[in-house]
């Protein structure tokens, strides 16, 4: 069995996003106990690569 995924909250900063990345292809979202979307490593690198 794979460990959990890291869940982030929604108005994270991006340095949370890459340290949750670090040892996982993607983090589930949750905004309030629910899941919100799904970030992936993809996600994290197109965003740094615009800004």
Known sequence: MRPPRPI????????RAVEALEKADAA??????KPAGLLTRQDLLAFLANH
Do not use: C, D, I, Q
Request: proline residues 14%.
């Open 8 to 15: 982030p909250a929604p108005r994270e900063s991006v340095a």
């Open 28 to 33: 589930v979202v949750l905004e309030e106990g």
